[in-house]
Antibody, heavy 126, light 107 residues
Framework: QVQLQESGPGLVKPSETLSLTCTVS????????????WSWIRQTPGRGLEWIGY???????NYNPSLKGRVTISVDRSNNQFSLQLSSVTAADTAVYYC????????????????WGQGTMLTVSS | DIQLTQSPSTLSASIGDRVTITCRAS??????LAWYQQKPGKAPKLLIYKASSLESGVPSRFSGSGSGTEFTLTISSLQPDDFATYYC?????????FGQGTKVEIK
C-alpha cells in the first residue's frame, strides 16, 4: 500500500526559503503499471486548498502560475522522495502542506489525487 | 483559471437525511471533476472522480452527477461518519483548482 509522508522544519523566517520533503513508501516513485505524478498542495483557512505543482519521476514539472518564480519541485529517485522549495516566503505562505499522488492514463488524461500524505504545518514567522 | 463555486458553504442536516452539494465551474470542465471529504486534522479523501465514478472503497450512499459546468455530490442517507467538509476539484486544465468547501454539520 502506497503511503506518503511529509517532513519539514515547521517554522521558517520571512524572506527565507521553505523546504519540504515527501517520502514515498510502498512503491517506487518511478511508477509501476501506471504513470504517476507527484504534487504539492497547501491549505489555509483563508485561501482553502491550492495546488502548488507537480513533478514526474524524470524531473519534468508544472507549477501553479500564482506561485511561479518562487517554487521548485524536484525528485530524488534514489531515496524515493520528492521535494518542494518555495523562496521569499511571507506570512501568506503559512499553511498545511500536503504531498499527493495522481495518475495519468494512457490517453494522456490526469486523474485526481488518490493518495495524500497526512500534511505538515509550516509557519512563517520571525 | 477555472473557478469553482460550491453551495451551500455550510449545511445542517440530520442522520438519515439526503444531502446535496453543488459545484459550479466558470467554464466547461466535464467530466474532469472530483469530490473529496475532509475531516479535521486529516488530509482530503477522494470520493468521486470523473464527475460520477465512485472511488474504490467509498460507500455507495455517495454519488456524483452533472456535466458541463454544474455538478452535484449527493449523500443518500447521511451517516454519523459523514459529518465533514466536502470539496470539489477540477482537473480539466492547469492550474487545477478546488472549490471553497461545504461543511456538513449536525442539525
Amino acid at each position: 500500500q502506497v503511503q506518503l509522508q511529509e517532513s519539514g522544519p515547521g517554522l521558517v523566517k520571512p524572506s527565507e526559503t521553505l523546504s519540504l520533503t515527501c517520502t514515498v513508501s510502498g512503491d517506487s516513485i518511478s511508477g509501476s503499471i501506471s504513470d504517476y505524478y507527484w504534487s504539492w498542495i497547501r491549505q489555509t483557512p483563508g485561501r482553502g486548498l491550492e495546488w502548488i505543482g507537480y513533478v514526474y519521476y524524470i524531473g519534468s514539472t508544472n507549477y501553479n502560475p500564482s506561485l511561479k518564480g518562487r517554487v521548485t519541485i524536484s525528485v530524488d529517485r534514489s531515496n524515493n522522495q520528492f521535494s518542494l522549495q518555495l523562496s521569499s516566503v511571507t506570512a501568506a505562505d503559512t499553511a498545511v502542506y500536503y504531498c499527493a499522488r495522481q495518475k495519468k492514463d494512457s490517453g494522456g488524461w490526469f486523474w485526481p489525487f488518490d493518495i495524500w500524505g497526512q500534511g505538515t504545518m509550516l509557519t512563517v514567522s520571525s | 483559471d477555472i473557478q469553482l463555486t460550491q453551495s451551500p458553504s455550510t449545511l445542517s442536516a440530520s442522520i438519515g437525511d439526503r444531502v446535496t452539494i453543488t459545484c459550479r465551474a466558470s467554464q466547461i470542465i466535464s467530466p474532469w471533476l472530483a469530490w473529496y471529504q475532509q475531516k479535521p486534522g486529516k488530509a482530503p479523501k477522494l470520493l468521486i472522480y470523473k464527475a460520477s465514478s465512485l472511488e474504490s472503497g467509498v460507500p455507495s450512499r455517495f454519488s456524483g452527477s452533472g456535466s458541463g459546468t454544474e455538478f452535484t455530490l449527493t449523500i443518500s442517507s447521511l451517516q454519523p461518519d459523514d459529518f465533514a467538509t466536502y470539496y470539489c476539484q477540477h482537473y480539466n486544465s492547469y492550474p487545477w483548482m478546488f472549490g471553497q468547501g461545504t461543511k456538513v454539520e449536525i442539525k
